[in-house]
């Protein structure tokens, strides 16, 4: 991403500088809205090394899950002058396609509070989020990870499966599993065009075990989730599918997870290209590379662990024909 900074609004700040041998100014490390100073050396003149952050934060989960009002938090700017932190500026980023990685395809707003001392977000959804916060002079800058949870409780029963297959006319099947189905009474399926807001579909009622299901989609939205109804009255929600209507990559899963001796990718491409892959340790050492030939539209394509110990790993993808963002999975070896 490129930008022009001579066509941006940007308020810049004047210092006081004097010529002189490294007479010359620097922003603190840390974020924070102080500058570092180094004076001309001479004699036995020392640097100005700075000061301590004008301004730490806590955050606070006041609402952890979307229920009734929705999830919110508070941040706690702790400073000894808010008249040159407030207003606070924050930049809100929710991860639409679930896959940990904030980039251009997330949803992200931005926002201004001006009642020291606390930042307050409220009406959040379900999902996981980063918000960075900023001072009135655009510095002081934090960053906090946090997840809002769905309301719904736990149900006796197991989601196994939730995929899409794309087909040749750019149709979709949509199709689940579960493990227990006579549990489930109802599963309404649920579309948005967001990611965020989602409206009903259509319901499946049956007093039959409903295991395994498919449904057909001739002119699909962009995401789609299932909502699960047991017995007792209690729902569950599905992770959230995205259709990938725009013909770009789409990488639906990894299975099995935790896995014993291969993982299979589930991928669609819209043209045939080489996928390369580097599993990472916990500890960020890579533990295994290779590459995989995809062919344009649906694959499943197996990858070898055999030889890895068992422990907790990362697998990184990237893609050799597409601007598309290397997708990442965390996995379990057995």
């Known amino acids: 991403k490129t930008f022009n900074l001579d066509a941006m609004s940007i308020n810049y700040e004047v210092l006081g500088m004097s010529t002189g041998k490294a007479n010359s100014f620097a922003r603190q490390v840390d974020g924070d809205c102080g500058w570092v100073k180094t004076p001309q050396q001479s004699a036995h003149a020392t640097n100005n090394t ?27 700017v702790n400073a000894s002058n808010y008249s040159t932190i407030f207003p606070m500026d924050y930049t809100l980023a929710y991860d639409v396609d679930k896959n940990f990685i904030f980039d251009f395809s997330d949803q992200y707003t931005y926002g201004t509070d001006n009642t020291a001392p606390t930042v307050d977000v409220k009406n959040l959804i379900a999902g996981r989020y980063n918000i960075t916060v900023a001072s009135v002079l655009g510095c002081d800058l934090h960053t906090f990870p946090f997840t ?5 409780g736990t149900l006796p029963v197991q989601l196994l499966s939730f995929n899409a297959r794309r087909f040749s006319d750019n149709s979709y099947m949509l199709t689940w599993q579960t493990n227990a189905a006579t549990d489930i009474v109802k ?13 009903y579909t259509t319901a499946f009622e049956s007093d039959k075990a409903l ?6 989609l001739s002119n699909p939205a962009k995401f789609y989730r299932l909502v699960l109804y047991s017995k007792d009255g209690k729902a569950i929600l599905s992770p959230v599918l995205n259709l990938n209507t725009d013909n770009t990559i789409q990488v639906n899963k990894i299975w099995p997870n ?6 299979v990718l589930d991928v669609w491409v819209p043209t045939n290209q080489i996928l390369s892959y580097t599993i990472y340790t916990l500890q960020s050492s890579i533990a295994a590379q290779g590459k ?15 030889n890895l110990p068992a422990g907790i790993y ?10 598309t963002q290397p997708i990442v999975f965390r996995f379990v070896k057995q």
Request: hydrophobic content about 35%.
């Open 211 to 216: 295991k395994k299901y498919s449904y057909a």
């Open 314 to 323: 990362q697998l990184v993808v990237t893609f050799s024909q597409s601007m």
């Open 187 to 199: 599963v309404v399926l649920e579309q948005s065009n967001d990611g965020g807001s989602f409206t």
């Open 292 to 306: 995989l030939n995809a062919a344009t539209g649906n694959n499943e394509l197996p990858l070898s662990i055999e």
């Open 148 to 152: 809002i949870l769905s309301c719904f």
């Open 258 to 263: 935790p896995a014993r001796n291969k993982l």
């Open 50 to 76: 700075g000061s301590k952050a004008s301004a730490t934060y806590d955050l606070t989960l006041l609402q952890t899950t979307e229920c009734n009002t929705g999830g919110s938090i508070s941040i706690k």
